[in-house]
Every structure is written in structure tokens, then in C-alpha cells.
Nanobody
């Protein structure tokens, strides 16, 4: 009922920047929190940043001061501005949201976008 489409991943040199976008579409009453998670090879998926519908944000300690999450509620889109990228940021980045639909409230995930940082 909710589709999340990510874009903006790619290859960048260490110290560089990338901006991820994730647009939500489908049939839903509301979208509550949105966020970004990442999964590096051989590791569990971890939280990167989240943002509520009223703009409250939360970040993993490893990205504080380097990444900024934002959202455009009118476009149902969440962004992740990533600056000062490091090789340890290499991962598949997944968009997430909690949405209210006819079936109730549940989380939805995007397909993931690869971020690669060369040292």
C-alpha cells in the first residue's frame, strides 16, 4: 500500500558529499516518522537518522555533525544530506516510514541504494 523509492546513491571520494532522496506513494491516511537505515556487508542493519512529521530528528552518534535528515511533507519525501563521507559509511541505505493505511499502522521499506566511498 505504500511504496518508497530511493535515489541519490553512488560512488564518492572520502570527504565528499551525497544527497539521498526517498519519495513515498500509494494509498495511506498519513505518514508518521520517516528515516534512513543502512546495512554494511556482514553487518546488521542500523539506524542512521529519523525525523517525525513535526520535524524532530534523531541521529546515530557515528553520523552526528556530518549527516542531516529533512523532509518535505507536501511531497511525502525525506532527504539525507551526507557530508564528510568516510569509508566506514559504505553501505546500502534504506528508506523507512511508518504509515497509517486501511490495514493499520506499520513500517515500510524502500529497496535500498548503494553508497560507496573511496579512500
Amino acid at each position: 500500500q505504500v511504496q518508497l523509492v530511493e535515489s541519490g546513491g553512488g560512488l564518492v571520494q572520502a570527504g565528499g558529499s551525497l544527497r539521498l532522496s526517498c519519495a513515498a506513494s500509494g494509498r495511506y491516511f498519513s505518514i508518521n516518522a520517516m528515516g534512513w537505515y543502512r546495512q554494511a556487508p556482514g553487518k546488521q542493519r542500523e539506524l542512521v537518522a529519523t525525523i517525525t512529521s513535526d520535524g524532530s530528528t534523531n541521529y546515530a552518534d557515528s553520523v552526528k555533525g556530518r549527516f542531516t535528515i529533512s523532509r518535505d511533507n507536501a511531497k511525502n519525501t525525506v532527504y539525507l544530506q551526507m557530508n564528510s563521507l568516510k569509508p566506514e559509511d559504505i553501505a546500502v541505505y534504506y528508506c523507512n516510514c511508518n504509515a497509517e493505511t486501511l490495514s493499520g499502522r506499520r513500517p515500510y521499506w524502500g529497496q535500498g541504494t548503494q553508497v560507496t566511498v573511496s579512500s
